[in-house]
């Protein structure tokens, strides 16, 4: 009887197991601030966090499984996502290199604005027309979109107004997540993505090891280049229409900068966007700059004389002290520092460890930037 009872308990324990959704563990992230992972016995919960600039408590939760039909009834409200997601469609070129460093170029079946994609695999695809622009917002080609049935839709948005798109695909049945890695304040933090988008791949693992490495080179750069004394000082950009729109003080450029050993003339700004600034004022700290990087589209120093000739009594352009990160620029104007860049910030850090500190960090070619002869 014993034996019986034991055997007819079995069952209902498993049963039991499989139908308790208790959370067993909430993912731990070292820079990464704008999205959350927990992980329960058959899915997980991923919520993303503030997914536009100055959003306050808006956040979005996603349930991901491979077995959607064993989620208990509770969940059934929720955006449910089976994985793993085979065709996607891509609204930012930062989505294609985090794709792309996962070994999954050929799922991305659709994309916004074709030219700026740097991605050999999906420029392929787009020439073969096994993935197809669908266009910029507000003129998205929704028609296109549905023909292409996607398993999942990676947006971006910069206010709310990215929720009726939201709306609109969730309309028409099409899933899509939210991706907010440009607002991360840290290159590592943006490079943490990468695990966001492998939990719809379902290789963690791949997106972890990559993850990991990247952040022990860059750690390690950092360290290395902390310990010289010189900080040269550094300017960055150029106008648009007699503006200056220049990254602050706790920018994600800024950040850049104070990592490869560099004093940013723009330190003690507190902000971390942009701060349009007039010409005047700007001349009035370049005078001090010793290297002047991100200088826009140009690709030489004549390019940047034809913003503003006075650029040409500036020490850093008198010093040939000018580099761009536009060195990995494809014929139709994309630039892979704006793809491939967002999943290798050791990269960036070498190239500008090496630009900064040329006699300590010198001597490897670079890979994102130019010098502008």
């Known amino acids: 009887m014993k034996y019986i009872f034991f055997c007819l308990l079995i069952p209902l324990i498993s049963c039991s197991s499989h139908g308790k959704f208790t959370e067993k563990d909430k993912n731990d992230f070292s820079y990464a601030k704008g999205f959350e992972i927990r992980n329960f016995s058959a899915y997980k919960q991923i919520i993303v966090k503030n997914p536009w600039q100055k ?142 988008f492998s939990a719809f791949f379902t290789c963690e693992s791949l997106g972890d090891s990559i993850y990991r490495k990247v952040e022990r080179n860059y750690e390690l750069l950092k360290d290395s280049v902390s310990k010289s004394e010189i900080k040269p000082a550094i300017l960055v950009g150029l106008p648009w229409k007699d503006t200056w729109y220049m990254s602050g003080g706790k920018s994600f450029t800024s950040q850049f900068i104070r990592d490869a050993g560099g004093q940013y003339l723009w330190n003690d700004n507190l902000n971390t966007d942009f701060i349009p600034l007039d010409l005047e004022s700007v001349f009035q700290k370049a005078v001090k700059a010793d290297i002047w990087i991100n200088t826009g589209s140009a690709e030489n120093k004549s390019a940047v004389l034809s913003v503003d000739l006075r650029f040409q009594y500036l020490p850093a352009f008198q010093n040939g002290k000018l580099f761009n990160n536009n060195y990995r620029i494809n014929s139709s104007g994309g630039n892979d520092f704006w793809e491939s860049g967002a999943v290798r910030p050791d990269l960036i850090l070498r190239d500008m460890t090496g630009i900064f500190h040329p006699d300590k960090f010198g001597g490897k070619p670079l890979y994102y930037y130019r010098k502008l002869e």
């Open 55 to 196: 959003a306050q408590g808006e956040n979005f939760s996603y349930i991901v499984t491979p077995h959607p039909e064993s989620l208990p009834d509770s969940l059934r409200t929720k955006t449910i996502i089976k994985t793993p997601v085979e065709r996607v469609i891509v609204f930012s070129t930062t989505h294609v290199g985090f794709i792309a460093a996962l070994g999954k170029s050929s799922s991305i079946v659709g994309i916004s604005g074709r030219d700026f994609i740097s991605d050999s695999t999906v420029r392929s695809s787009l020439e073969n027309k096994k993935c197809l622009d669908i266009g910029f917002a507000p003129n998205i080609n929704f028609e296109r979109i549905l023909s292409l049935h996607p398993d999942l839709v990676f947006l971006y948005g910069l206010d709310p107004s990215v929720t009726s798109l939201v709306k609109r695909l969730e309309e028409t049945g099409i899933k899509s997540v939210l991706v907010s890695e440009f607002l991360e304040g840290h290159p590592l933090g943006k490079a943490e993505w990468i695990k966001f």
